[in-house]
């Protein structure tokens, strides 16, 4: 560990890692100020830092039509997070603590799913999508938010994996436990913080997912991302009321990250060189 022999060169230390902090918050916060002035106070130049706070602006985002697409949202956050933990659970589980045969093979295959520019997906994915009835459907999403998240989920749930005692397991096995009794009752509980981070990764993914939402979606099924693109106009941006839709659109994975915060650190420093 790097130690300053000096107070001058603490203090130098504190007051630089302070502005790095600022910097790097700045925007959030001029996003929070932005969001509750005027439009006319949000266009000043130079920017006023005193004026009357308002809520006009997040009643305005609400009167938009916000509410669809945050239930579009959240419904599909949920749902694909959900069948990605039900997949990747078990199937971390057998290329981990239970290994099968190929499971180089596997975990190379689920890596190179990544390598594949979405971009390059589209049209296929659009024709597939327009084939089976689910253009402007959340199922739609659903089903390429999970295939998306799947393989990262994979490849971090095995790691935390690896991180259970193998004395543990094969204590549970002497004693007589079948699989879903060691699953469920003995190692789920050692990994939960792992489980944890990988929910909210995947959350954080499927949440703020943009070119397949846009591309896949209109009137019924839009997402959060998309209802944002709907403040880029022929007149200019609306400055106030795109920070307090995006200020409403990130509060839910905030408030999820601040209470999952203890899981998230101690579940990404799970399978870290120690």
Aim: charged share 10%; net charge neutral; proline share 6%.
């Amino acid at each position: 560990m790097m130690r300053t022999g000096n107070p001058a060169g603490r203090w130098a230390l504190t007051a630089f890692t302070w502005l790095v902090a600022v910097l790097f918050v700045f925007p959030l916060l001029w996003m929070v100020l932005t969001a509750f002035k005027q439009e006319a106070d949000a266009y000043t130049d130079p920017p006023r830092l005193v004026f009357t706070p308002t809520l006009d602006q997040f009643a305005g985002v609400v009167e938009r039509g916000f509410l669809p697409y945050l239930g579009n949202s959240a419904f599909v956050t949920v749902v694909s997070t959900l069948l990605v933990l039900l997949m990747a659970v078990p199937a971390a589980y057998a290329l981990s603590i239970a290994a099968v045969p190929g499971t180089r093979d596997a975990l190379g295959f689920f890596l190179s799913t990544k390598m594949l520019p979405i971009v390059a997906a589209i049209i296929p994915m659009y024709v597939i999508s327009q084939n089976l009835k689910l253009l402007d459907n959340v199922w739609a999403l659903v089903i390429l938010y999970t295939a998306m998240n799947l393989p990262l989920a994979i490849w971090m749930m095995r790691s935390f994996f690896l991180e259970v005692p193998k004395e543990m397991v094969e204590a549970g096995r002497v004693d007589g436990a079948k699989l879903p009794t060691l699953l469920f009752k003995i190692i789920l509980p050692v990994v939960a913080p792992g489980i944890a981070a990988t929910a909210l990764i995947c959350v954080i993914f499927s949440w703020t997912e943009f070119f397949y939402a846009v591309n896949l979606t209109a009137a019924q099924a839009g997402t959060v991302p998309v209802f944002l693109v709907g403040f880029i106009t022929s007149e200019g941006l609306y400055w106030a009321q795109l920070s307090a839709a995006a200020l409403l659109a990130s509060l839910p994975v905030m408030i999820i990250g601040w209470i999952a915060q203890n899981h998230l650190v101690r579940g990404l420093s799970m399978g870290a060189v120690k």
